[in-house]
T-cell receptor
Framework: SAVISQKPSRDICQRGTSLTIQCQVD?????MFWYRQQPGQSLTLIAT?????????ESGFVIDKFPISRPNLTFSTLTVSNMSPEDSSIYLC????????????????FGPGTRLTVL | KNEVEQSPQNLTAQEGEFITINCSYS?????LHWLQQHPGGGIVSLFM???GKKKHGRLIATINIQEKHSSLHITASHPRDSAVYIC??????????????FGTGTRLTIIP
């Protein structure tokens, strides 16, 4: 199973600034995802990070606001641009990988999250 | 209406009690995940089910595909089990597109 680390674990930022979140996986994975979890809410998929091509964004999320890089199969970054207090959330990196269950379906693993507060 | 419904939303129990968290979904699925989210925000994958029952330590997960329902049980609950438990499904029509649909979570608090 994949082990995921994220940096930073938390940050407090000023309105109008940008923050880049890093996600590192201990093995090569094809599928990497970025999620947002607003306070008291469930997880919402922002985009799928594709290696070697542009990320695929979900409805309501755009590249100018959430640029994503995926330079290789073990690393991705998400930038939250021109932040406002509404961007205060937990941002989670996730990967799909073969798990230990022996299932024909891949398991999905999550990072420890980045807790962002925008003042 | 959310495609994935969890109950209860909040659950407080005494240490040692048997805990059940329920998840109902409205679409055909290829797999169902149970996730645990700690107060810091990190998420741990507990189970992935496509049929039957799985057990890991004090945790048991069951799924009934015909009834579109899954349960997560915790035996001999402990304060360290206090967390938010999230049910997520991978709908059939998304197979190959790999998108999970999440429930809103059940906040479990175990009192010593």
């Amino acid at each position: 199973s994949a082990v995921i680390s994220q940096k930073p674990s938390r940050d407090i930022c000023q309105r109008g600034t940008s923050l880049t979140i890093q996600c590192q996986v201990d093995s090569q994975v094809t599928m990497m995802f970025w999620y947002r979890q607003q306070p008291g809410q469930s997880l919402t998929l922002i985009a799928t990070a594709n290696q070697g091509s542009e990320a695929t964004y979900e409805s309501g999320f755009v590249i100018d606001k959430f640029p994503i890089s995926r330079p290789n199969l073990t690393f991705s970054t998400l930038t939250v641009s021109n932040m406002s207090p509404e961007d205060s959330s937990i941002y989670l990196c996730s990967v799909e990988d073969t798990g230990t269950s022996g299932s024909k379906y891949n398991e999905q693993f999550f990072g420890p999250g980045t807790r962002l507060t925008v003042l | 209406k959310n495609e994935v419904e969890q109950s209860p939303q909040n659950l407080t129990a005494q240490e040692g009690e048997f805990i059940t968290i329920n998840c109902s979904y409205s679409v055909g699925i290829s797999a169902l995940h149970w996730l645990q989210q700690h107060p810091g925000g990190g998420i741990v994958s507990l189970f992935m089910l496509s049929s039957g029952k799985k057990k890991h330590g004090r945790l048991i997960a069951t799924i009934n595909i015909q009834e579109k329902h899954s349960s997560l049980h915790i035996t001999a609950s402990h304060p360290r089990d206090s967390a938010v438990y999230i049910c997520a499904v991978r709908p059939h029509f998304n197979f190959g597109n790999e998108k999970l649909t999440f429930g809103t979570g059940t906040r479990l608090t175990i009192i010593p």
